[in-house]
């Protein structure tokens, strides 16, 4: 079980952090016009690390703790080109932009782990 659950972890942890970044970006839409309002993101690629387990300490063994911080860190600020006179980062045009292509990658990963999963089950049928 181990096996297959390497096989197909680095795109199913990409879908929930994915799907995760959506939310969050979406909240950004929402709140574009809300006094104060400080837009946030996910640093992707760290996020993903740390689901994964990668870090600065690596496990050796199955038994050992997981030195990865899972999939509910990585949550930061993000820092707007022109700022707002109410205090709101939200810039619009942007959260369009990365919703959009975060969508694109989600649907991609879905894509690969969809190809994993009929590739693992054709060499459980023996095809």
Do not use: C
């Not at 870090?55 to 050796?60: D, M």
């Amino acid at each position: 079980m181990t096996g297959i659950r390497n096989h197909i972890s680095l795109h199913a942890d990409a879908l929930v952090l994915r799907e995760r970044r959506n939310n969050i970006l979406a909240s950004n839409i929402a709140n574009a016009a809300t006094p104060g309002f400080k837009a946030r993101d996910i640093d992707f690629a760290s996020a993903l690390d740390r689901a994964q387990g990668n870090g600065n300490l690596r496990a050796s063994d199955d038994q050992h703790f997981s030195t990865g911080g899972g999939l509910k860190q990585g949550l930061v600020y993000r820092q707007n080109i022109n700022p707002a006179l109410d205090g709101n980062t939200v810039e619009l045009a942007v959260e369009q932009m990365e919703f959009s292509e975060n969508t694109q990658r989600y649907q991609a990963s879905l894509t690969l782990l969809n190809r994993r999963i009929a590739g693992l089950q054709s060499a459980i049928r023996g095809e």
